[in-house]
C-alpha cells in the first residue's frame, strides 16, 4: 500500500540538503505495517534529518542503531554504528549529516563531528568541512585536531594563508614534540609553495629537522631543501652568519636570558628550544616594526595558558654573532605574555642554526653549506 506524502527540500548549513516534512502528511519513511522501521526508527531519521531509501533503512546494520537512537536520543555508541552503516553502505553524506545533527542535539559530541569532517573531506566538501571543523574548535579550543582538520579543509579550498595559522596553531598545541609527525610542517611548506613564497617553504622542514636531527636530516628533506632554495632563489635569505656561542643550558623552573636584536632594536629574551616559534610582545614588535601577516591569528601555549597571536616576521634577527634573516615570529598581547622578557627565542630563529645541547650548555653555530 502506497502511503500519500510530500516533501520539500532545504539546504541547512553549508552543503547539507535535508528533507523536511510537512504537518499533515505521512513521514518520507513511514510504510505498511511491517514492511519498514519502526517508530523509533522513524522519529530517528526525522530527529537526525536524513532520509534513507526504504532497502537502506531497513537493513540490520543501519536499523538496530537507528532503534537504538530513538529509545536513547544522545546514544554515543550508536551514532558510532549508525554512521559505520551508513558509510559502508555509501551514503557518506547522510552519516556526515547525522554525525553533526547528533552533536547538536546532544550539547556537543566531538567524535562524532571529527568523523563528519573526515567523511566531508572525503567527498571534497572542504566548505562545510571548515564550517564543522570550527564547531569542533569551539567545543575543544586546547586541542591540536579541530585546527588541524581545519587546516586541510582551508587548504581544499586553496585559503592557503588561513590554513598556514592553523597548521601553526595544532603543531603549538600538540603535546609531544617527540611524537609529532611531519605532516603538518610539509602541509606549511606546501601552502608556503602554492603562495610563491619558497623561501618560507624551508622554514618549517628546517624546524622539523631540528627537533631531532639524527632521524629527520634525511636525503629525503635535503632534497626538498635543496629543490625549495633553487625555485626562489634562497641561499641568501637562508644563510646563516656567526660563530659558536655557548649559552647554560635551562634548569628545571630556571630561565636562561640572551641578549637578542630584532630589525635592530636591542632586547632580552628567554631561550627556549621547546618554543615552535619566536614569540614576541606586542609591545617590543612595535618597536621593532615587525611586519603582521594581514588576518593572521594563531594559538600559542603560555604559562597562563593558551593564547592568541599573530604571525609576523623579522627581517633580521641576531643572537651574540649569530644572525638570521626573514624570521617567523609569533606576536601576542603584552597582557598574554607570561615572562619577564621581551619575547621568547624559539625554533623558528634556532632551527635556523646547528644546535647541541646536553646537561650543561647549549652551543649554537651556523649552519655549514653542504
Same mark, same amino acid.
Given at each position: 500500500?502506497?502511503?500519500?506524502? %510530500? ?17 499533515? +502528511? ?65 551514503? %557518506? ?104 613564497? +619558497?623561501?618560507?617553504? !624551508? ?33 641568501? #635569505?637562508? #644563510? ?34 621547546? #618554543?615552535?616559534?619566536? #614569540? ?32 609576523? %616576521?623579522?627581517?633580521? !634577527? ?30 623558528? +630563529? ?19 653549506? %653542504?
Amino acid at each position: 500500500m502506497l502511503i500519500a506524502r %510530500r516533501t520539500i527540500v532545504a539546504t541547512v548549513g553549508i552543503g547539507f540538503s535535508v528533507v523536511l516534512l510537512v504537518p499533515g +502528511f505521512s513521514p518520507v519513511l513511514a510504510q505498511s505495517p511491517g514492511t519498514g522501521p519502526g517508530d523509533a526508527a522513524a522519529a530517528a531519521l526525522t530527529r537526525l534529518k536524513i532520509d534513507l531509501p526504504r532497502r537502506v533503512a531497513d537493513s540490520e546494520p543501519v536499523r538496530r542503531p537507528l532503534e537504538e537512537l530513538g529509545r536513547e536520543t544522545c546514544d554515543q555508541d550508536a551514532i558510532t554504528h549508525l554512521a559505520g552503516a551508513l558509510e559502508a553502505a555509501g551514503y %557518506r553524506r547522510e552519516a556526515a549529516v547525522a554525525q553533526v545533527s547528533f552533536s547538536a542535539q546532544c550539547g556537543g559530541h566531538a567524535p562524532a563531528l571529527r568523523g563528519a569532517i573526515n567523511t566531508l573531506l572525503k567527498l571534497s566538501d572542504y566548505t562545510t568541512a571548515e564550517s564543522v571543523a570550527s564547531d569542533l574548535i569551539k567545543l575543544e579550543p586546547f586541542n591540536d585536531n579541530g585546527y588541524f582538520l581545519r587546516a586541510l579543509a582551508r587548504d581544499g579550498n586553496r585559503s592557503f594563508k588561513a590554513a598556514i595559522d592553523d597548521y601553526v596553531t595544532a603543531i603549538e598545541l600538540f603535546g609531544n614534540k617527540d611524537r609529532i609527525s611531519s605532516v603538518s610542517y610539509l602541509k606549511i611548506a606546501r601552502d608556503y609553495e602554492q603562495l610563491g613564497q +619558497f623561501c618560507d617553504a !624551508m622554514l618549517p622542514i628546517q624546524q622539523w629537522v631540528a627537533l631531532d636531527p639524527s632521524r629527520h636530516d634525511t636525503s629525503q628533506t635535503q632534497a626538498i631543501l635543496s629543490g625549495y632554495a633553487a625555485k626562489g632563489g634562497c641561499a641568501a #635569505a637562508a #644563510a646563516t652568519s656567526g660563530s659558536t656561542e655557548t649559552f647554560p643550558a635551562p634548569r628545571v623552573g630556571a630561565v636562561v636570558k640572551v641578549p637578542v636584536t630584532v630589525n635592530n632594536v636591542a632586547g632580552t629574551f628567554i631561550l627556549d628550544t621547546g #618554543a615552535s616559534y619566536v #614569540a614576541l610582545r606586542d609591545s617590543f614588535a612595535k618597536k621593532a616594526k615587525i611586519e603582521i601577516e594581514d588576518g593572521s591569528t594563531v594559538r600559542i601555549h603560555t604559562a597562563n595558558g593558551i593564547a592568541d597571536g599573530h604571525r609576523g %616576521r623579522a627581517d633580521t !634577527m641576531q643572537l651574540r654573532s649569530l644572525k638570521a634573516k626573514s624570521v617567523i615570529v609569533i606576536v601576542e598581547a603584552d597582557s598574554a605574555a607570561a615572562y619577564d622578557a621581551d619575547g621568547l627565542l624559539g625554533m623558528s +630563529f634556532l632551527s635556523r642554526f646547528n644546535m647541541a645541547i646536553d646537561n650543561r650548555s647549549v652551543r649554537i653555530s651556523p649552519n655549514k653549506p %653542504r
